[in-house]
T-cell receptor, first 110, second 115 residues
Framework: RKEVEQDPGPFNVPEGATVAFNCTYSNSASQSFFWYRQDCRKEPKLLMSVYSSGNEDGRFTAQLNRASQYISLLIRDSKLSDSATYLCVVNMGGYSTLTFGKGTMLLVSP | DVKVTQSSRYLVKRTGEKVFLECVQDMDHENMFWYRQDPGLGLRLIYFSYDVKMKEKGDIPEGYSVSREKKERFSLILESASTNQTSMYLC??????????????FGPGTRLLVL
């Protein structure tokens, strides 16, 4: 049973590139959506919530398509410091519990 | 800033030992969670608690138990450690709710090696 699916990557991009990740979720009743970032050997940290209207935070843009049940994250002007694993996270209707995708690894090179 | 701390960053135990992993949060969060993270398997929920003395099984509770005697503290117990419990253990906490309120904040993790 795969509830939140992501391409594991790695995505190898040069500095300055634009890169996009997609994620699909299985439960149409899902309520809340997030992107978390996890650096190597560190804990996951919230990058941004994803809203139905789409939202932007600096170089990062998140989109939600409820009809197709997918979420996207766009990173513009990639920096070396963006190298990390990006986790797609969904509240599938269970009270306060979140379902995590396995993550997409991004490697930004000079 | 939310702070979630875990008692150990690295732990080495022998098969059959009883292992206690402690987690403390300082933001008065009602919800607390224990996950394990393994390569290729991602984060998997072991147990969670939405109030003092309350606990709920997650996706992989077998071989684990938990204790929540105080709001700020949530303990994970391995009754008899086995080698397949070698993993990274992550604690998290959150407020209850939906629509973004359930954002979880993670501790730094404990890398447990069972020999």
């Amino acid at each position: 049973r795969k509830e939140v699916e992501q391409d594991p990557g790695p995505f190898n991009v040069p500095e300055g590139a634009t890169v996009a990740f997609n994620c699909t979720y299985s439960n149409s009743a899902s309520q809340s959506f997030f992107w978390y970032r996890q650096d190597c050997r560190k804990e996951p940290k919230l990058l941004m919530s994803v809203y139905s209207s789409g939202n932007e935070d600096g170089r990062f843009t998140a989109q939600l398509n409820r009809a197709s049940q997918y979420i996207s994250l766009l990173i513009r002007d990639s920096k070396l410091s963006d190298s990390a694993t990006y986790l797609c996270v969904v509240n599938m209707g269970g009270y306060s519990t979140l379902t995590f995708g396995k993550g997409t690894m991004l490697l930004v090179s000079p | 800033d939310v702070k979630v701390t875990q008692s150990s960053r690295y732990l080495v135990k022998r098969t059959g030992e009883k292992v206690f992993l402690e987690c403390v949060q300082d933001m008065d969060h009602e919800n607390m969670f224990w996950y394990r993270q393994d390569p290729g398997l991602g984060l998997r929920l072991i147990y969670f608690s939405y109030d003092v003395k309350m606990k709920e099984k997650g996706d992989i509770p077998e071989g684990y138990s938990v204790s929540r005697e105080k709001k700020e503290r949530f303990s994970l117990i391995l009754e008899s450690a086995s080698t397949n419990q070698t993993s990274m253990y992550l604690c998290a906490s959150s407020f209850p709710g939906t629509g973004g309120a359930e954002t979880q904040y993670f501790g730094p993790g404990t890398r447990l090696l069972v020999l």
